[in-house]
Nanobody
Framework: QVQLVESGGGLVQPGGSLRLSCAAS????????MGWYRQAPGKERELVAI???????NYADFVKGRFTISRDNAKNTVYLQMNSLKPEDTALYYC??????WGQGTQVTVSS
């Protein structure tokens, strides 16, 4: 099973940007869906964005127009570019491969 490691989280002010990375331990070329989920304290894990092997993307309504998911098969890496961040985006962000493999998460905190 592929191992996933997220990075790029941190503390950012409202309106700021972050780029999250998810590095896979082996080729993601044959992985159908790569995605990002998040979980805020006291809340359930929720889908943020997914990208299919053919490049089709889907986003949760609350991030449309602000976040962009992309995948670089040559680098075995998936990215989440997050712009116009809001305090409600504060959460632990997880990467997933086909909703079977999961990373440990990277913390994103949006606060002034």
């Amino acid at each position: 099973q592929v191992q996933l490691v997220e990075s790029g989280g941190g503390l950012v002010q409202p309106g700021g940007s972050l780029r999250l990375s998810c590095a896979a331990s082996k080729s993601i070329f044959t992985i159908n869906v790569m995605g990002w989920y998040r979980q805020a304290p006291g809340k359930e894990r929720e889908l943020v964005a997914i990208i299919h092997s053919g490049g089709i993307t889907n986003y949760a309504d609350f991030v449309k127009g602000r976040f962009t998911i992309s995948r670089d098969n040559a680098k075995n890496t998936v990215y989440l570019q997050m712009n116009s961040l809001k305090p409600e985006d504060t959460a632990l962000y997880y990467c997933t491969a086909d909703f079977v493999a999961w990373g440990q998460g990277t913390q994103v905190t949006v606060s002034s």
